[in-house]
């Protein structure tokens, strides 16, 4: 990796040395890709007013904000590190800012960048100085690589290697062995939704539970990862949960055991096939052929259709998710990615070969399906395969990758964003419904989820609107029978 150095009166000589040591200390850094769950909040990325790379910016004005951010780090790190630990992370800074200069799909002004990461390293020094030390220093480095990842955007972030692995799946409130996702709603912590396989289930949670503490841990300061880093910390021990259900609290102890959650359930309900996919993994696509045939297979003379279940999925991997949008169609454009570099802007294309044989299909969205989630159901959707229902997405349409830095942890960093088959930026244009369960948006169709006729065996009242529009046959006949509508 190019780095250069500002400090004119050093021999080069001497800064070769140094930067062997380094290098041989830190590890070579690499990149890993990854397509999502790469922000807390759901869809706030900015992407600096769409602006595009900036050539214009010259070496010089990124030197210049190289080196003052150096200048506060070194001011505020002197003393309180070796040498040699200074030089490390010294190395890896400059390695970040040298990261986002070539590789993030759109750089903020590098004098921007300056300043939001010196105002954190001020700040955390003001906070820290009288009792600054070996820990102390430690976390002024990270403060400084958590300000230049997150100066990029919302998605973007760094990741300190005790926290590495867990952290990966975590910007959406989501805990995976404890089955569990969370949100917010007036400052507190709410259940939005949870399997039944989970943890939480098994224990007596229901959706709609506000979690006011976990043992003696209160959450109400903390943000929505570390809610649910706690949730599964505490997965297969004592603990007690503080819950806050309609007007009454009370206290709910944990089962000892923790539960494996799956990536995806189904069945058949109603004479249809149901699947509820929760993310993305490495065989998402062979997945979803091994759950189709749990429920019973596909057969025009057996099932109405499919109803595919992407509420609260925050994604997983990118291509996972144009192979599974292809699963059901029968060719065209999937999903488009441009990249900062042209040669890795790449466009997915459906085999021929539905895996649905033409029945139909219904996809469930809500406010948490973001990112490959939202690539199936916009592929589909586009191409007018399947029905939305639900609520809008989130309008995770960036490409993430993950560079390691060695035994210091990593970044993540936007590189890429996505363009559905319409050549809409999904970023831009997440997906509305065809047929909005809740409020109306502006011109859209909606109807109130209680309204929809009940089925047997069917507890959810999405799913009883979902099968009853599977069975209409489109939408406007759904709402050409229903005098339901809002």
């Not at 509420?311 to 488009?336: E, H």
């Not at 859209?444 to 799913?463: N, Y």
Request: glycine share 8%; net charge neutral.
């Amino acid at each position: 990796m190019t780095t250069r150095e500002k400090n004119q009166s050093v021999s080069p000589r001497f800064i070769l040395r140094v930067m062997l040591c380094v290098l041989l200390a830190t590890g070579p850094l690499y990149a890993q890709s990854m397509s999502d769950k790469v922000t807390a909040g759901g869809g706030d990325a900015v992407w600096r007013d769409g602006l595009a790379p900036d050539s214009k910016v010259t070496d010089a004005a990124w030197a210049r904000a190289e080196a003052r951010i150096l200048h506060a780090y070194d001011r505020n790190i002197r003393f309180h590190a070796s040498s040699i630990e200074n030089a490390v992370r010294r190395t890896v800074l400059r390695s970040i800012v040298s990261l986002i200069r070539h590789e993030t799909f759109a750089p903020p002004p590098p004098e921007l960048i300056a300043v939001a990461v010196i105002d954190r390293i001020e700040e955390f020094a003001r906070q820290s100085r009288a009792q600054f030390g070996h820990d102390a220093a430690i976390n002024l480095f990270e403060v400084a690589a958590a300000g230049l990842a997150e100066s990029v955007d919302s998605y973007s972030l760094f990741v300190p290697p005790r926290e590495s692995a867990p952290r990966r799946a975590r910007q959406f409130g989501e805990a995976f062995d404890f089955g569990i996702r969370l949100a917010q709603r007036d400052g507190a912590f709410y259940v939005h939704h949870l399997t039944g396989g989970g943890l939480a289930a098994r224990s007596g949670v229901r959706a709609g539970d506000f979690l006011l503490a976990i043992g003696d841990v209160s959450l109400s300061e903390l943000d929505i990862e570390d809610a649910a880093l706690l949730l599964d910390a505490i997965a297969g021990r004592a603990a007690d949960l503080h819950i806050r259900r309609d007007a009454r609290e009370f206290y709910l102890p944990l089962l000892p055991q923790a539960a494996s959650l799956p990536a995806s359930i189904s069945r058949r309900l109603a004479d249809t096939v149901y699947i509820r996919l929760y993310r993305f993994d490495n065989d998402a696509r062979e997945m979803i052929e091994r759950e189709i045939v749990f429920a019973g297979g596909i057969s025009r003379a057996k099932s109405g259709g499919i109803i595919l279940d992407l509420r609260g999925n925050g994604g997983g991997l990118m291509q996972q998710g144009a192979l599974i949008a292809g699963a059901f169609l029968n060719g065209g454009t999937v999903l488009s990615v441009e990249s900062r570099d042209p040669l890795q802007s790449v466009t997915y294309s459906a085999r021929p070969g539905d895996l649905a044989n033409g029945l139909p299909v219904v996809v469930l969205t809500d406010e948490f399906t973001a990112s490959a989630a939202e690539i199936v159901a916009a592929a589909l959707q586009d191409h007018r395969r399947a029905t939305v229902l639900g609520r809008p997405s989130t309008g995770k349409g960036t490409v993430q990758t993950r560079f390691e830095l060695g035994r210091l942890g990593a970044v993540h960093l936007t590189t890429g964003r996505f363009a559905r088959p319409s050549g809409a930026w999904l970023q831009e244009t997440p997906v509305v419904p065809d047929l909005t369960l809740g409020d109306p948006g502006e011109g859209e169709p909606a109807i109130s989820p209680h309204s929809c006729p009940e089925f047997p065996e069917v507890d959810d009242i999405w799913l009883n609107c979902a099968i009853a529009v599977l069975k209409a046959g489109s939408v406007n006949s759904f709402l050409g029978t229903s005098p339901r509508r809002r």
